[in-house]
């Protein structure tokens, strides 16, 4: 297998096609260090030169992995890790904010035991600091040398082309990259996010090919599925067969099936060939578990689907359309906080 390269948006950084993820290293997937090493270390040998992880992943103990794995290779390796969600107990220890990734990233840098990370990630939207701060903060670790670039991960199309707008009106840097979630059954994106992002220049990172494991041949229309072990006792609602919104995923699951068998392929190789072929995706992250894992998504990597194939998915899950809602730790303040919802008791009897 031959790996593809790409270059991250307007950084002059170039990556594999395929980024290795690295969420399922600690004790939240694969607690064995030494296994996770083997695997980075398979990984890397297979070409891919992009490793992801973020300071949440296993409350920094994948970062930690991360910094093992790269001793004596990491000049070859372009590194990306992520802040804002909680870490440890107390006020102020999450979030976008100057005083929080001030801390965060040398909390970072010392677990990854390195000098400086290629690209640094806002994990996700804050709606409590301006953006103008979280960027200013960035554009200050790019200038002293902690970090090479910095990028954004599952922010809404607005939200980006709110920090673009900030960014050209105080003069500050920019966001390069945005790492949102992208399947074959989550292709909401394509409507607002990539093209948003390839007006802007931006690299694109995406992550869950699988669609929580969807697509991973493990859940089969009819067949058992374990609700208390693995993805789905962290979200049973995912994946219950007795919901309808389940029993169409696992229904697109097998015509999906159908093609890849057409095709001489495995479902999950379909999966992950699938977002690298939008020309706005830059890099894929796969995330594996075990080694046999991510042999078997590597192959994928050099997996490319031709007009025929791509319009033949095209049918079984139309473009734009999610039949899931792909990001299950995030939600707009505007959806689940009712206040900003709904007017004043007081204005509404107003009129």
């Not at 390269?5 to 395929?18: C, D, F, K, M, Q």
């Amino acid at each position: 297998m031959t790996m593809r390269y790409r270059n991250l948006g307007g950084t002059g950084i170039e990556v594999s096609a395929h980024c290795l993820g690295t969420m399922m290293f600690g004790a939240v997937g694969n607690p064995d260090h030494e296994d996770c090493v083997r695997i980075i270390h398979a990984a890397l040998d297979r070409g891919i030169n992009f490793v992801d992880t973020a300071d949440m992943y296993s409350a920094g103990e994948s970062e930690v992995i991360v910094g093992k794995a790269l001793k004596g290779r990491r000049d070859d390796v372009v590194l990306a890790t992520k802040v804002h969600f909680q870490m440890g107990e107390g006020r102020n220890r999450s979030g976008n904010s100057r005083r929080w990734i001030v801390r965060a990233v040398e909390d970072s840098l010392r677990r990854l035991d390195t000098d400086w990370i290629d690209l640094y990630q806002v994990h996700r939207p804050d709606h409590t600091t301006d953006v103008e701060e979280t960027l200013s903060v960035l554009g200050d670790l790019v200038r002293a040398g902690k970090i090479r670039s910095f990028g954004c991960s599952t922010f809404p199309a607005e939200e980006l082309v709110e920090a673009h707008h900030v960014s050209e009106r105080r003069a500050l840097p920019r966001f390069r990259t945005e790492q949102p979630p992208y399947s074959i059954l989550a292709r909401g994106i394509e409507g607002d996010v990539l093209p948003v992002a390839r007006r802007y220049g931006m690299g694109v990172l995406t992550w869950s090919p699988l669609a929580s494991g969807f697509l991973s041949g493990k859940y089969r229309l009819g067949g058992p599925v374990d609700l208390t072990s693995g993805r789905a006792a962290l979200t049973p609602a995912r994946f219950d067969p007795a919901i309808p919104g389940n029993v169409v995923k696992l229904e697109a699951v097998e015509r999906l099936v159908e093609l890849a068998e057409e095709i001489g392929c495995t479902l999950p190789e379909l999966a992950v060939a699938f977002p690298v072929a939008h020309p706005a995706v830059t890099s894929v992250i796969i995330g594996p578990r075990t080694m046999e894992q991510m042999e078997s998504l590597v192959k994928g990597a050099g997996l490319v689907l031709d007009d025929e194939v791509l319009d033949r998915i095209d049918e079984i899950v139309a473009p734009g359309v999610n039949l899931y809602h792909p990001d299950g730790a995030w939600r707009p303040p505007a959806l689940t906080d009712a206040g900003l919802r709904r007017r004043a008791l007081s204005d509404r009897a107003a009129g």
